[in-house]
């Protein structure tokens, strides 16, 4: 429990409108779209500035009280809600600082509050003639404070890089309620530590994020959408690697599904269309190059090397979207996958990259692996292969039961965590650690950089206050 | 058999467009554009009927700038055999459309012209009907079913209230509905094969049509904004707030 006079004091602090001990408003925030985690917690404060949740985060430092903060609560990994595993803590919601504050078509950026949600930012980015590239399912919901806390990645990656990659500057309340800001778009400043870097990945650990500095591209006005169909894997590599030479490297989405996938998204998503209706190939491939002026000349140079490489048999079959509408039917096609998954039963889900190179062997050799290990298991690995990024999903055999299934989510977790060490990758691409993984990031991650990782954790916030059940177990 | 299909390059029905500063007219530069949906579907149609043995061969025929050329490929891409290009930069009406289509035709001898309904970008929905008028054919407009039989054509049309089946004699003229079929992808040895497949160049002036538009457009305006939706906390508050503008 958070003691009575720490909950009044905060109350007092903030106003009735800011802080809540209502629990008819508090709820709707506790749980997570998987229902996988449920949180709890007596008090909720929507802080509107910075310097009100100064106050806030000054008293419960003072007073020991630990807090997590949170942004559209879509993380995937047990991050963003209070309460897990018996803690008492305070919810801050980023959810009332909501504005754009400012779009600089010049500078090629834009400054936000951490609510904002990246679909509003994309849009005002949009208005101002320019692209804000971070494009991810959850865009709707999720914000730019808690896509820098879990440096959220998504479909642009390839191009554009990161959420970190994205971040010019922050501004953010420290543990002590210290307001550090480095909102700038300079995009050159070398004077000392790039410290806005500092929060990408931590996950509400070393400060809460107020405000943010983006960065903006010209927009992709024209896009050329091609679903591609190959028999082997390693034909993937090729066709990235060929691809982003004859575009000038303009591949800004370069994606991968396994025939499996796509019967799941035709047996369970309406109106959904078989691309290749009749036929059926064990990979498809969505790749998109996208150009800010209409290029018929790049349309024929795309066209040309892939048909090329059907001539020389690295490509099955190919379409290429002749409208947005097809575009869009395409994108439903990989889209709907998580979503197809579900209707199937259970899966346990592996969110892991290896380096591009290594991806199809990875696949080849990893994949029988589990399936003879989990007898009737089937692996659906699909996601981002231009990062080497794999949602390495295993479903359940179609007889068993569900939760029977599921009592292996840990000791699979380990089995696949260990393979993608030996092939040097990550176990954790783009959905972050939180309190999911933090057993796997102790048993995985080299000692040395968890050593360094808690002297910054200890230096920022050493009472531990910040979002103590993230990336870090508790022994 | 001998079909031919007119196809239109319109603005994406998926950009959102955008009226120009000086109310002239909407945005085109540098502007996704592609095939108008209701020709991609009669595109498709044509082709249905060709691999059910029906028909012989199909012409895509397209009025409009010479990017056009793009929207007459995606049409042979999507199995159409060649095409014809009748450029014309300005701004075509449907009256003028349908006159130099009524050349085509004079020279292509066709069977069947089968038309989108209405083009997006303006949504006239005249061109099929002034084109059978001038023609003096049958036509089975807005077409959810199209059945050959020798010499005549069975189209069941979406008319308000239910369906209507009508038989036409050939030649004919048919326009299509959007529940007609669902238009194929361009698979890439089509689009390929589509590069070697030959499109003629005309001009509204080699069918004798003089193409100067009978309608000015006076002005172009962005419909009124919406009004942004409130939220009310209460079943009460949302009773008073309906008495209030007087809905209830
Ligand atoms: C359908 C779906 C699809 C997704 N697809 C992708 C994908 O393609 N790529 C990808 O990378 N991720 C994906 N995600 C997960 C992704 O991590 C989140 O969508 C997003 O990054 C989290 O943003 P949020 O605002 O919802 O943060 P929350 O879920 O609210 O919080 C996430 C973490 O950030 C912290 N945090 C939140 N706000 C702040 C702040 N202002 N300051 C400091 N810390 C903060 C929280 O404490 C928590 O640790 C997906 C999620 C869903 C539900």
Known sequence: MIEKSHIDHLVSLLGPECATTDQDRIAPLLREWRDKYFGHTQLLLTPNSAEQLSDALRYCNAHGVAVVPQGGNTGLVGAGLPGLANRDEVLISTQRMNKVLDVCPNDYSITVEAGVTIKEIQQSAETADRLFPLSLASEGSCTAGGTIATNAGGVHVIRYGSMQALTMGVEAVLADGTIYSDLSPLRKDNTGYKLSSLFAGSEGTLGIITKATLKLYPPERHRITTWIAIDDINSALNILEKLRDVTADRVSVFEIMPHSGLELVLRHIPSTLPPFPGKEFPWYILAEIGSSIHDPVLEETVEDCLSNMISNNQIADGIIAQSEQQRLELWKLRESLSEAQKHEGGSIKHDISVPVSQVPEFVKTVAPEIEQRWTGSRVIPFGHLGDGNLHFNVMQPSTMDKQAFLANWEEMNRFVHDRVTDFSGSISAEHGIGSMKAQELKRLKPASSLHAMQMIKKALDPNNILNPGALFTRD | ?248
């Open chain 2, 1 to 248: 058999m001998k079909v031919m299909v007119p196809v239109k390059r319109v603005v994406d029905y998926n950009v959102k467009v955008r009226v120009k500063s000086d109310n002239t007219g909407v945005e085109l530069a540098n502007v996704k554009m592609s095939m108008n949906p209701f020709d991609e579907i009669a595109v498709e149609e044509a082709i249905r009927l060709k691999e059910a043995g029906k028909v012989e061969e199909i012409v895509v025929v397209s009025i409009g700038p010479k990017a056009a050329t793009e929207t007459i490929r995606t049409g042979l891409a999507m199995g159409a055999d060649r095409g014809i290009l009748v450029e014309h930069d300005d701004e075509i009406h449907p009256l003028a459309v349908a006159k130099i289509l009524k050349g085509i035709v004079g020279e292509e001898n066709p069977d069947i012209v089968l038309l989108g309904k209405q083009a997006i970008d303006d949504d006239c929905n005249q061109t099929g009907q002034m084109l059978a008028q001038l023609l003096g054919w049958a036509q089975g407009t807005f077409a959810s079913k199209v059945e050959a039989e020798d010499g005549s054509l069975n189209v069941t049309r979406e008319v308000d209230g239910g369906l209507e089946t009508v038989k036409l004699n050939l030649p004919a003229i048919v326009t299509t509905d959007l529940r007609l079929n669902e238009p194929r992808y361009a698979s890439l040895p089509n689009i390929m094969k589509a590069k070697r497949k030959p499109i003629d160049e005309k001009t509204a002036a080699d069918y004798g049509v003089d193409a100067t538009p009978r309608l000015k457009t006076l002005k172009v305006e962005e419909p009124a904004a919406r009004e942004a939706g409130i939220k009310v906390e209460s079943v009460d508050e949302l009773v008073g707030k309906l008495k209030e503008k007087g809905l209830i």
